[in-house]
């Protein structure tokens, strides 16, 4: 593997004036490998939905710099942000709320080849969607045609993940696309994920709370506290050896979730 993205001291302030500013970010540093699944963790306002937007282009960062395939990503706005935009794509959390209610299916995954102007021929985007929607399971002849308040909840996080892969990106972040799921639904997302890893390598970072979800699915692990990485490493590495006070709070509730659902088998 190599570099993929490298962010080195990103920070993020809230508010106007010197007395309302809040920085939700403070000198977060850290890399991904192309093809990689790497967890970023965090209790809730920890600052991890943050780091993914202004990933993703929607906000951008008071400080630090971010390098994407090669290239300083810092400072850019408009047509040049928008060359890598369409390798930098995102999966929401709610998928009752990431797609608009007025919009059919097929409308919603070729959205972002408009949005990024990365396909100009119509049959061509056509293709792109059956495609993507084809990848994530969804027959697109079934599909296409309906809204998003006539699929279930799994259904529509699916086309969460179809909109981010029909643009073909190299880096897709994740942010908590399963906490909104049941479990065998957030077990289906996660092996499709997996899927799609193994086909395209195409890298995650992986936003969630839940340190069992990154358990066989993400090869490293970040840990962020109050807007800093506190902890990172191998997952294995993180949870068998924490060093910070909240990690190693957080696998003693997970080891401690594990045992009653052991004395309850």
């Known amino acids: ?21 809040t ?18 963790i965090g209790a809730s306002g920890a600052g991890k939905s943050t780091v993914g937007r202004i990933l993703a282009s929607l906000e951008q960062q ?4 971010i390098w994407f395939d090669g290239s300083n990503l810092t ?9 890598f935009a369409k390798d930098i794509q995102m999966i929401f959390q709610d998928p009752y709320d990431s797609l608009s209610s007025r919009m059919r299916i ?32 969804l027959d697109p002849k079934k599909y296409a045609m309906r809204y998003p308040h006539e699929l279930s909840g799994g259904e529509r996080q699916r ?14 972040v994740c942010d908590e696309p399963t906490s909104m799921l049941d479990a065998s639904l957030r077990l289906e997302l996660i092996q499709l994920l997996k899927k799609l890893n193994r086909k395209f390598g195409i890298a995650y970072l992986f936003i969630t709370h839940d340190i ?11 840990v962020l506290y109050e807007g800093r990485i ?14 910070h006070p909240f990690t190693i709070r957080m696998i003693k509730a997970l080891k401690s979730l594990e045992h009653k659902k052991g004395e309850l088998l």
């Open 106 to 137: 097929s409308d919603l995954v070729e959205e972002p080849l408009l949005i990024q102007k990365s396909e100009k021929d119509l049959a061509k985007r056509r293709a792109r969607v059956v495609e993507a929607l084809e990848l994530v399971s």
């Open 1 to 21: 593997m190599s570099l993929l993205l490298n962010v080195d001291s990103l920070r993020k302030v809230y508010g106007q004036t010197k007395n309302e500013q």
């Open 75 to 83: 400072g850019l706005t408009g047509k040049k942000r928008r060359v």
């Open 212 to 222: 069992a979800l990154t358990k066989g699915f993400c090869s490293r692990l970040l």
């Open 230 to 243: 506190v902890d990172q490493g191998e997952t294995d590495m993180v949870i068998e050896q924490p060093e």
């Open 62 to 65: 008071n400080a630090g710099t």
């Open 23 to 40: 920085a939700v970010l403070e000198d977060v540093s850290f890399s991904l490998q192309r093809g990689e699944i790497v967890g970023l």
């Open 159 to 172: 086309i969460g993940v179809a909109r981010a892969l029909v643009c073909r990106p190299k880096l897709i």
